[in-house]
Structure formats: structure tokens, C-alpha cells
């Protein structure tokens, strides 16, 4: 993985394109009039970046004491990243039903378009497999397209989920890296969604 530099901080690729993921699904949803959902996703996100960068506190707590201005080039690793997803979920599954989401299908459509582009621009910046990046991009808009022949549905947005999760699957698996924090945070998050759209479709009965 390639890493950049602004001034004196570093950051890997991999940053760069979870930060043009959200701020790309941030606008979509800004711009289609969502603006609940939008700051369902905008909370959500500064939750994992907030709780990631702060648990360095609770993992190098010795280091942070000895120099507190550390914590400025220092995060908690990938433990602090779990700690950031899990906290993001938590949120997202506490708070969702207090955003009025008019879209059954909204979700899924956000969670296609965040995993896309940061695929995308996480390959764009390593310069490495463009031939996957191209799949990545091609794919996503198939299944988004798929996803509007029937966005009233949330059992389809359901199913469209699955099958874009066993894509991805596939995709990582052609990479051989199919066992990887990626694939786990999109199962994850898949299954979040899921249940979601299932609890919204059990009360619409």
C-alpha cells in the first residue's frame, strides 16, 4: 500500500479513499434531498474517525502520558479501527430509526456507493490492478442500477446486498486476499443493513 504525505503527517492510501468514499456518499444524499440520512452517514463517520484516532489513549496509554502531542501523529492501530467500526455500527443501529429515511432501499444504495468509490480510488492511488478497479466500478453501478428496478422493496434491496457482498468476495478472492479487514468490515456492515431494511419491512406489514 502506498502512503502519502501532507507536511509532516503520513497516511496510507487506504485513508484517502475512505475519506472520498463518505464525502462522495455524503453529497449523493445531499444532493437527492436526503439530508437525514446524510447526517445519519456524516455522524457515523466522524464516530469511527473520532473513536480510531482516540483509542490510541486507551492502547498506548503510557506513550500518549509521556508525550501527549503524539496522539496528533498516532492512531490505535487496527484494534482502534474495530473499536471505530463497532462504535459507527452501534450509532448507525441506535439512531437510525430517528432519521426519517423515506427510501426503503436508501441503505443499501449508500453502502454500494461507499464501498465502490473507496475501491475505486484505493486502486486509482496504488496504481495496482486496474483491471479490478474497472470490475469494481462496472459492478457497482450494475448492482445500483438493479437496486432501482425495485427500491420500494426492502427484501430486494436485501437481496441485492448478499449478492453485492459475494461479489465482493469474489473479487478479493481473485486477488487471493479474500480473508482480509476489508471483506470483514463489508460483512459487517452487510449484515447491519440487513437487519435494518428487515426490521423496516416487518413493521411496514
Known sequence: ???????????????????????????????TLE??????????????????????ILFQFET???????????????????LGIAAAFLYFFLSEKKFQVQENTLHVKVWIMIITVYELVFYLLNKEHILFAGLQLIGGIA???????NSGNPIWGIQILVFFTCFQGLIYSLEGNLLSVPIATYTSGTLLIAWTAWKGSRKNQ
Do not use: D
Open 1 to 31: 500500500m502506498k502512503w502519502y504525505s501532507v507536511g509532516s503527517l503520513s497516511f496510507p492510501a487506504s485513508w484517502v479513499a475512505i475519506a472520498f468514499a463518505f464525502i462522495g456518499a455524503y453529497l449523493y444524499l445531499r444532493l
Open 35 to 56: 439530508k437525514q440520512a446524510a447526517n445519519l452517514y456524516g455522524n457515523a463517520f466522524f464516530i469511527l474517525i473520532l473513536t480510531w484516532k482516540l483509542s490510541v
Open 64 to 82: 500518549i502520558i509521556k508525550n501527549p502531542f503524539s496522539m496528533v501523529y498516532f492512531n490505535g492501530g487496527m484494534k482502534g479501527y474495530w
Open 143 to 149: 448492482f445500483f442500477m438493479l437496486l432501482n428496478k
